[in-house]
């Protein structure tokens, strides 16, 4: 049984997410729970004082409108093929996306988050909305994989997973990647770019422990040099036509670089393709 949230706000991008999400797991016994954030008209979720109340006019005419829009959401649903495997849920509430989706973590014990990203269309430079980046940098409990906007389904032929091979691995921290290619026979990428001539002896073990953990899947390793990381990664991407990118959120050491400002800007392949960010178990 596998337990994923998609956060919705019923546009396009996030439409686009969840028919991903349930091709990507389609063979797969899930529990989906549809989360939306509403805001109630005159209140403010940083005024502790002004918090509205259920009951109050505006807080029930807030929750109906997120009410009526689920359920346009379950008659779109509808006209695509049941999927037996699947069970939907709708969650409503009055709270910040942050809060209400690590609530939703612990009172559901979910797997993994699923949500749509929406950059410009026309510009390559504006690749997440903050809700994404906020989520995927300040959820600890489980993965985030975030769907471009115009990213249609097909089965991931290829993933790319860049490390720097300084941090050990964790069987457990891996095991979303390793079962998506199992789900849909995909390849592993493990990519390195190059900082000196050799790697370290730390560096030698935890590129061996990183064989070991991946040697049940299709995988292979690759190196660059005279790279920046970001440009590395995108020049490696855009060459093979890679379907998803994962990486692993080390106590924000290496992912953290890749997101900060200004490199997030610059890594153009975020708009293109899915971008899965593993956690960190050792904390």
Do not use: W
């Not at 899930?30 to 109050?56: R, S, T, W």
């Amino acid at each position: 049984m596998k337990k994923i949230i998609l956060p919705t706000d019923f546009s396009k991008n996030a439409l686009n997410a969840v028919q991903y999400a349930l091709n990507l797991y389609k063979d797969q016994t899930c529990d989906i729970y549809f989360l939306n954030v509403y805001q109630v008209d005159g209140y403010k979720l940083d005024n502790a004082i002004m918090v509205p109340e259920p009951g109050e006019r505006a807080f029930e005419l807030a929750k109906s409108r997120s009410e009526k829009q689920f359920e346009k959401l379950m008659e779109l649903l509808r006209l695509h093929p049941k999927n037996p495997k699947h069970t939907y849920h709708t969650i409503p509430t009055f709270n910040s996306l942050l809060e209400a989706v690590e609530d939703t973590i612990a009172k559901k014990d979910i797997d993994i988050i699923i949500m749509g990203t929406k950059g410009d269309a026309d510009s390559r430079t504006t690749i997440y909305g903050t809700n994404t980046i906020n989520l995927m940098e300040k959820v600890t409990a489980c993965p985030v994989l975030a769907v471009p906007e115009n990213v249609r389904f097909a089965p991931p032929k290829e993933i790319v997973f860049p490390t720097d091979y300084k941090s050990s691995f964790k069987h457990r921290e891996l095991n979303y990647i390793i079962e998506i290619v199992q789900m849909h026979g995909s390849a592993i990428r493990v990519l390195n770019i190059k900082e000196g001539p050799n790697l370290t002896t730390v560096q030698q073990a935890n590129k061996e422990l990183l064989e070991s953990i991946f040697k049940d899947t299709d995988h292979s390793f690759h190196t660059l040099e005279k790279l920046k990381v970001h440009a590395g990664i995108n020049a490696f991407i855009e060459s093979r036509g890679s379907d998803m990118v994962a990486f692993l959120n080390k106590k924000h050491l290496f992912f953290g670089s890749i997101l900060s400002n200004p490199l997030v800007k610059e890594l153009g392949y975020h708009s293109r393709i899915p971008v899965l960010a593993l956690k960190d178990h050792s904390k």
